[in-house]
């Protein structure tokens, strides 16, 4: 293995994973993945997922967090929720705040209330000093427009999964945030606008994510069975993504996406971004990219 591939996003405390997760774990290193940034939606996924990292950080996977509260939840978010995801924030282990932003796509909670609760954890993450792990779906005029009048005081961060036009790309790009992609890219129903997109983002930018259990890869070579009904994503295959966006910008596997690791603890935390999506130990260039395109 010649990359060293961080996934920035997967809901790991997702019940799904419960049974195997050490095994899930194991794949992935066989893969190469060396660290998973694990997602916190609510308060008490956040607790758990701080949980995670920290039973995790110094074995062979590193694991990482992240705390906050998805726009789904946003009613959640009490000033209660909010010093216990301070609290948790202090911790090095929890790399980034959120996953948090805006979903009018279904409005689970009230669009003024998931307004309000994003600034708060905007307001957080300019006072914990870290990046933030955005969610836009279905609302990129007014995501833009809060995030754009906290851009100074935050850190930055990672607009996660994107899936959005030119113009989303563009808004983010401005706002200098990085652009998490996930399998979505695999899709050729919904994604192949993403295979151009991806040739737009500057080096040092881009990170890939598998989103797990969620968003498995379309075209992926040898999927793992099905699981009843579900088909299960897991962090081991955020290497195919890697490997997509690296066939899509005309680049090699290793030259992929971001190398720059950003502040410390595995090119988590801090700094510009919320990760970094391949930190190369490299040596031989092209081999592997050539095999996977194949
Ligand atoms: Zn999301």
């Given at each position: 293995m010649t990359a060293s591939l961080v996934d920035i996003g997967a809901n790991l405390t997702k019940p799904v994973f419960q049974a195997d997760f050490d095994a899930v774990l194991a794949r992935a290193a066989a893969a190469g993945v060396s660290a998973i940034v694990v997602t916190g939606t609510t308060l008490l996924g956040s607790h758990e997922a701080c949980r995670l990292a920290q039973r995790r950080a110094h074995g062979t996977m590193s694991l990482f967090a992240t705390a906050g509260v998805h726009p789904h939840y946003a009613t959640t978010l009490s000033p209660q929720a909010i010093s216990e995801l301070q609290t948790l924030l202090a911790r090095p282990e929890v790399v980034a705040v959120g996953e948090c932003g805006l979903d009018y796509h279904r409005n689970l909670s009230p669009p003024d209330v998931q307004r309000r609760s994003f600034e708060a954890q905007l307001e957080l993450a300019a006072a914990v000093r870290k990046p933030v792990f955005l969610h836009d779906r279905s609302a990129t005029a007014d995501f833009a427009d809060i995030l754009r009048r906290w851009r100074t005081?935050?850190?930055?961060?990672?607009?996660?999964?994107?899936?959005?036009?030119?113009?989303?790309?563009?808004?983010?790009?401005?706002?200098?945030?990085?652009?998490?992609?996930?399998?979505?890219?695999?899709?050729?129903?919904?994604?192949?606008?993403?295979?151009?997109?991806?040739?737009?983002?500057?080096?040092?930018?881009?990170?890939?994510?598998?989103?797990?259990?969620?968003?498995?890869?379309?075209?992926?070579?040898?999927?793992?069975?099905?699981?009843?009904?579900?088909?299960?994503?897991?962090?081991?295959?955020?290497?195919?993504?890697?490997?997509?966006?690296?066939?899509?910008?005309?680049?090699?596997?290793?030259?992929?996406?971001?190398?720059?690791?950003?502040?410390?603890?595995?090119?988590?935390?801090?700094?510009?971004?919320?990760?970094?999506?391949?930190?190369?130990?490299?040596k031989p260039r092209g081999q592997e990219a050539r095999r996977a395109s194949a």
């Open positions: 005081r935050i850190t930055g961060g990672v607009v996660h999964c994107f899936t959005g036009d030119r113009a989303a790309l563009d808004a983010y790009l401005a706002l200098d945030m990085h652009i998490g992609i996930t399998g979505w890219i695999c899709d050729s129903r919904r994604g192949s606008h993403l295979r151009d997109l991806v040739k737009l983002v500057p080096r040092g930018r881009l990170l890939v994510e598998t989103d797990a259990p969620f968003l498995m890869p379309q075209d992926l070579p040898n999927p793992p069975p099905r699981r009843g009904k579900f088909d299960r994503n897991e962090p081991a295959f955020v290497a195919h993504v890697a490997r997509v966006v690296a066939e899509h910008r005309g680049e090699s596997f290793e030259d992929q996406a971001l190398r720059r690791p950003v502040g410390s603890r595995g090119g988590l935390a801090a700094g510009g971004g919320a990760a970094c999506a391949v930190r190369p130990r490299v």
